[in-house]
Every structure is written in C-alpha cells, then in structure tokens.
C-alpha cells in the first residue's frame, strides 16, 4: 500500500521562481494538511482541506495556494519563492472527524536560494 | 486560534529512567490530543493519543494524562531505552475543525 507520498523528494529553487509540491493518497482520507517544519519552530500548519473543494488557511499561509480537486490530491503551491521558505514540507491525511490518525508522507526539503 | 505550548524544548535522560513532556492548549473546545514521534530524517508517526472523555490512557510503557480543566495534558515515558531517542511533538484539535495544530517539540535524549 502506498499510504500517502510526496514529491519531489528534495529541490533547490531560485527566488522568485514558483514551483508545486505535490502529494497524493490513496487511503480515501477525506482530510489533508500541509505543514513547513523549521528548527525550533516545531510543525507549523501552512492550509488545509476537509473535504475534496473545500480548503482552509493554517497558522502560517502567506505565499502559499493550496486547490482540492479531489480526494487523493492536494498540491502546495508556492508563486513566488522566497529564502524564507526554506523548509522541510510535510503532508498528511486523516479521515475526516473527530480523534483520527494523522499519516505523513515522507517530507520534501526545499531549500530556495 | 488554538495555541499549543509545549516544554521542554530538550529533555536528556539517563536510560531506565523516565521521561516527562508537557503540553498546555488555549481552545477549551480541543477534544482529541495526539503525540507523535519522529526519529531524525523520518517523518513523524503517531505514538499514543488521548480524547476529552478519558483522563489517561496507557500503551506499555508509554502513557497519555489529560487534565481538561487545567487544559494540559502529558507525555509519560518510564523505563526509557536508546530508541526513545527522538523529537516528540504534542498536538491538538477539535471535532468541526479539522485543523491539528503541534506544538514545537521536545528533543529527548537517551544518555546510556
């Protein structure tokens, strides 16, 4: 079983280019989160989708658009990167509701230069 | 929104002893609190969790105390071992919200 999984695994991005982060499962969670982990700073949620066409601003949404088109996909978009977005991005999924197991994917590190 | 705080930001214990981290939230309507471990270069993977309706919760030598009045809840860890060694991060959310919101983690190490 896949679970859940991200690409690219790691990239470095001139500033001011923009770049997708992609994430897809195949567990049929109706609930998917993108969160940026920085040293000392934990796990920052970044959007959010409870369901396939709904999405939701975390605690640090500033230069970020997330879409849901369906519900094994929901890519991380960046429009116009900064050095401040250096981050490891994780994605995860849960099934929609209260009290569930949040699953990860394995991360992807972006380093933007 | 809900604010999670979490402390200590590191935590080093000799091995065989136990293993304390806490967690305080601000939203009295949080209802479910997860812990999730994440060994370095690995992403992070749930370890134990515990719902508003039970006030601790207990796998083997892992164990979850929640107090909803005081709005903290606890990360017990007894007889520790070297594979204990990890970040360990504290979560909330609530049941009509999905957003889980972590607190900033707790590096513990195990000394041997």
């Known amino acids: 079983t896949a679970g859940i999984t991200q690409a690219p695994t790691s990239q470095i991005l001139a500033a001011g280019r923009s770049m997708t982060l992609r994430c897809t499962q195949d567990?049929?969670?109706?609930?998917m989160y993108w969160y940026r982990q920085d040293l000392g700073l934990g796990l920052r949620l970044i959007h959010y989708?409870?369901?396939?066409?709904?999405?939701g601003k975390g605690e640090v949404p500033d230069g970020y658009s997330v879409s849901r088109a369906n519900t094994d996909d929901f890519p991380l978009t960046l429009a116009s990167a900064v050095p401040s977005q250096t981050s490891v991005y994780f994605c995860?999924?849960?099934?929609?509701?209260?009290?569930?197991?949040?699953?990860f994917g394995q991360g992807t590190r972006l380093t933007v230069v | 929104g809900e604010n999670v705080e979490q402390h200590p930001s590191t935590l080093s214990v000799q091995e065989g002893d136990s293993a304390v981290i806490k967690c305080t939230y601000s939203d009295s309507a949080s209802n479910y609190f997860p812990w999730y471990k994440q060994e370095l270069g690995k992403r992070p993977q749930l370890i134990i969790d515990?719902?508003?309706?039970?006030g601790e919760k207990k796998d083997q030598r892992i164990a979850v105390t929640l107090n909803k009045t005081a709005k903290h809840f606890s990360l017990h860890i007894t007889e520790t071992q070297p594979e204990d060694s990890a970040v360990y991060f504290c979560?909330?959310?609530?049941?009509?919200?999905?957003?889980?919101?972590f607190g900033k983690g707790t590096r513990l190490h195990i000394l041997p």
């Open positions: 567990m049929r969670h109706n609930a």
């Open positions: 995860a999924s849960r099934v929609e509701g209260m009290g569930t197991e949040a699953f």
């Open positions: 989708s409870n369901t396939a066409g709904t999405t």
């Open positions: 979560a909330a959310s609530r049941a009509g919200d999905d957003k889980i919101i």
């Open positions: 515990i719902r508003s309706n039970v």
